[in-house]
């Protein structure tokens, strides 16, 4: 049986599908008018960004404080363009603020069934997304930040001595691997998790070991935060976010469990507005070289935010071997595209190791009993 793009590629941002947007907010006491005025506000805001289609306001029936907003975008990248923007961060700042807690989901818009959805008329650069992807129940995320030139050593060594967290968040949430890669100032973190995501970087952040190390590495950071002042947290870590964008592996399930394959990360430091489609890019990178068989990659992801864009790698191999040949591009072609996409000094093929991240520390979970 031949195995289909759709069933190695479990993530992706570029399909050009439809995106449905779900937040679900339980609001304080006493907050539901500024959460309407915070609303009304946002919306208007949100109604003229490029690719919004719709938002709907719903209010839970069995419980009045329980609130659910969703958007419908004509494609991830346009509501990826907005949310990772400076401007979003101060729009929903009014909403966090009438909140307990907020979930976003994102979704994908795979079939619209029933009478309503055969009368509208869809917007023309909105499309169904063509068929289910698999997945092992994995979900990808990363975060990034800069420190202050002069201190990458001191912060790798803080970064790599803590003790590892609990695994086990909860009956359905398993904290998998963490891995965290440096590149002169620049640190990316990248976890992945079995269930809800919120619950285990929550679970993560209330741990004692992990509160030490972030407050450890506070002086050091080139962005001010205050971890006491729940709003400054969680700005910081909202404009840290590296969202996954593309997920691709190229061979068995579990194949990066073995012995033998190794994970790297690589930045790329993207032209100013070229982030999106260098990230794009390199997705068609990976997504090709699943299909070699003498392709040394097992899997690819690739996260990116504004112009930041990173990609992990797991390779099989003896420890160094195979990797310009994971990590460059095949042809001139490719190549000329990649230099038209890339900062100056920072797209030549022939040196894609110049783009690799050092690795400070990769944490697996024990196996599960």
């Known amino acids: 049986m031949t195995t289909t793009l759709s069933e190695r590629v479990s993530q992706s941002a570029f399909d050009g599908s439809m995106l449905r947007v779900v937040l679900l907010m ?9 959460f309407f005025e915070a609303y009304e506000q946002m919306r208007h805001d949100i109604a003229s960004e490029p690719g919004h289609i719709s938002d709907q306001l719903c209010q839970s029936f069995e419980n009045p404080s329980q609130w659910l907003i969703t958007s419908e975008w004509e494609s991830a990248p346009q509501y990826l363009a907005w ?17 307990r807690a907020m ?6 818009v795979l079939r619209e069934t029933g009478r309503g959805y055969q009368e509208a008329r869809r917007p023309g650069g909105a499309r169904l997304q063509e068929s289910p992807r698999l997945g092992a129940g994995i979900v990808r995320h990363a975060l990034t930040f800069t420190v202050k030139p002069g201190s990458e050593e001191k912060v790798a060594q803080i970064l790599s001595s803590y003790a590892s967290p609990a695994a086990d968040v909860d009956g359905h949430t398993r904290l998998c691997r963490t891995s965290l890669f440096m590149h002169g100032n620049r640190v990316v973190r990248t976890v992945e998790v079995r269930g809800d995501l919120m619950s285990a970087l929550r679970h993560v952040s209330e741990q004692p070991e992990v509160r030490a190390v972030e407050e450890a ?9 205050d ?3 729940a709003e400054s947290a969680r700005m910081f870590f909202m404009k840290a976010a590296l969202p996954a964008v593309h997920h691709v592996a190229a061979r068995e399930a579990g194949a990066e469990d073995r012995s033998d394959v190794r994970r790297h990360a690589l930045f790329y430091p993207a032209k100013p507005g070229c982030g999106p489609a260098l990230a794009r890019f390199l997705a068609r990178q990976d997504e090709d070289a699943a299909h070699r068989p003498d392709a040394p990659t097992v899997s690819s992801s690739i996260f990116q935010r504004d112009d930041i864009v990173v990609r992990l790698i797991d390779v099989r191999g003896p420890q160094g071997s195979g990797l310009e040949t994971a990590f460059g591009v095949r042809g001139p072609r490719k190549a000329a595209v990649l230099a038209r996409l890339m900062t100056a000094g920072d797209h030549d093929s022939s040196s894609a190791l110049r783009h690799t991240m050092s690795l400070i520390t990769d944490r697996r979970a024990p196996a599960e009993h």
């Open 26 to 34: 339980d609001l304080h006491e006493g907050a539901q008018q500024r």
């Open 83 to 99: 949310v990772n923007s400076e401007h979003h961060a101060e729009q929903v700042r009014p909403l966090g603020a009438c909140a």
């Open 103 to 108: 979930r976003p989901l994102k979704y994908t």
């Open 217 to 225: 590495i506070n002086p050091y950071l080139e962005q001010d935060r």
């Open 227 to 229: 971890l006491g002042d």
